[in-house]
């Protein structure tokens, strides 16, 4: 079983930015990709960015330039850096993570990921 403890969320006017981290406890040993998805209120769950332990890094179009995902192995940490953030960035922020290798497109599948996070609400006032 392993554990994922997110943080980092609140209210923010449109603009500004947020750092959410995930750390991972419990049978970590063979975890692989670690990523992030969120859930905008009546919308179902999509992809954010995810990242492998050798740092291949994968975005969904709409956040990349303004997102960067980063771990700490060490720590068994992920990271989303979120800047210039949009009313439309408004979401419950899941962390997931997999026991399965993925690379490029397919670490934005939801069903390849085994354990996932309580989320932390990210809001963006315009």
């Known amino acids: 079983q392993v554990y994922l403890a997110e943080s980092g969320g609140g209210s923010v006017q449109a603009g500004a930015s947020l750092r959410l981290s995930c750390t991972a406890s419990?049978?970590?040993?063979?975890?692989?990709?670690m990523g992030w998805f969120r859930q905008a209120p009546g919308e179902k769950r999509m992809f954010v960015a995810a990242?492998?332990?050798?740092?291949?890094?994968y975005y969904a179009d709409s956040v990349k330039g303004r997102f960067t995902i980063s771990r700490d192995n060490a720590k068994k940490t992920v990271y989303l850096q979120l800047n210039s953030l949009k009313a439309e960035d408004t979401a419950v922020y899941f962390c997931?993570?997999?026991?399965?290798?993925?690379?490029?497109?397919?670490?934005?599948?939801?069903?390849?990921?085994?354990?996932w996070g309580q989320g932390t609400q990210v809001t963006v006032s315009s």
């Open positions: 990242i492998n332990w050798n740092s291949d890094i």
């Open positions: 997931a993570v997999a026991r399965t290798w993925a690379t490029g497109r397919a670490l934005a599948a939801e069903g390849r990921y085994d354990y």
């Open positions: 419990g049978s970590t040993a063979t975890i692989s990709p």
